[in-house]
């Protein structure tokens, strides 16, 4: 599709589902917007974004009465740009969502527009709750400043010409998906020796010791995910065995929280350092330790996951913990 140039398409017509209309809101008429005016709607309603030649402005009607406002600005790109308020009496009975999936519609399908989004404030929650049901997904989360600090600007949320129809099952998971919260999920391995010592690596990249592995990546089998990063920071073609422990990782020195999963890595020659290959960019060195060696050269919580580990290890059985603590 191709967007057409917004001088060219003459006058905005009337839309409507059924139950809210869309009316070409009078550029000069700006009583209905004072009239009704708070912080939200000052939020979402700027001067600037109103009084722009390429937005379209819409007031909103319920049984005859303007209930509130939604607009259109074209990017000039294929990008439509979607605001909306509605009077504070007139919240919470999902006339945004149906006044912002009609412009969304009409831009796209009738416009030519390829996307249109919004710039929601992360702490607006019924905006965001208004973004998803018409069927906006939301990509992320763009950073702001405010003199030196830095701030949550915006949460940015799109939908494309080219996404499914959001009455499609396949769209209302896509939708889900894109705000559902999601956790960071770390698998480790539990290598040992002949003598029950625990296989550790000397990180680059901080002080502290750790079981091999990493970070799990987007639609991978955290088991195969352990046995790459092992094969990837040692070179060593280890198997993945039983998962011993799932450890919840609290919020910590810049980190969102996590999932770890330690799996176990099996009985092996105390010879198998001396065929480690070391990634240098990650791995000083990678030794066997024994428990007092594991407490020496771990930080607490690593070394209450692997004492944990250890134990669901000669329990037979799989145990879950937090911070390494039951």
């Not at 009704?36 to 009084?51: K, N, V, Y």
């Not at 912002?100 to 390829?114: F, I, M, Q, T, Y």
């Not at 559902?180 to 003598?195: G, Y």
């Amino acid at each position: 599709m191709v967007s057409e140039d917004p001088t060219e398409r003459g006058a905005p017509r009337p839309l409507s589902d059924g139950v809210v209309r869309l009316l070409p809101w009078p550029e000069d008429d700006l009583a209905t917007v004072v009239s009704g005016r708070d912080e939200e709607i000052a939020a979402a309603w700027h001067p600037a974004f109103l009084g722009d030649p390429a937005t379209t402005a819409f007031t909103v009607e319920h049984d005859g009465r303007v209930v509130g406002g939604v607009a259109l600005r074209d990017h000039g790109d294929g990008i439509g740009e979607l605001r909306w308020w509605l009077y504070d009496a007139e919240r919470g009975r999902g006339h945004a969502t149906r006044a912002v999936r009609l412009l969304a519609d009409h831009a796209l399908e009738v416009l030519g527009l390829e996307r249109v989004e919004a710039r929601v404030d992360p702490d607006n929650q019924r905006s965001l709750r208004v973004a998803t049901r018409a069927g906006l997904r939301r990509e992320g989360v763009v950073r702001g400043r405010q003199g030196q600090a830095e701030t949550l600007g915006y949460v940015l949320l799109g939908r494309l010409a080219s996404d499914p129809p959001i009455t499609e099952p396949e769209s209302f998971r896509a939708l889900l998906n894109s705000f559902l919260p999601r956790k960071r999920a770390i698998a480790q391995m539990l290598v040992r020796d002949e003598d029950g010592r625990v296989l550790l690596c000397r990180l680059t990249y901080k002080w502290d010791w750790d079981l091999p592995g990493g970070v799990v990546e987007v639609g991978e089998s955290p088991r195969l995910a352990v046995a790459r990063e092992v094969k990837e920071e040692l070179g060593l073609s280890v198997d993945a065995g039983a998962l011993l422990l799932t450890d919840w990782l609290p919020p910590w020195s810049g980190w969102d929280d996590a999932l770890c999963l330690v799996f176990d890595g099996g009985v092996h020659p105390r010879s198998l350092v001396d065929r480690v290959v070391e990634q240098p960019r990650e791995i000083r060195s990678a030794q066997f330790c024994d428990p007092a060696e594991v407490r020496a050269n771990c930080a607490d919580f690593t070394a209450r996951r692997i004492e944990s580990a250890l134990r669901a290890l000669e329990e037979g059985s799989s145990a879950y913990t937090e911070s390494g603590r039951l």
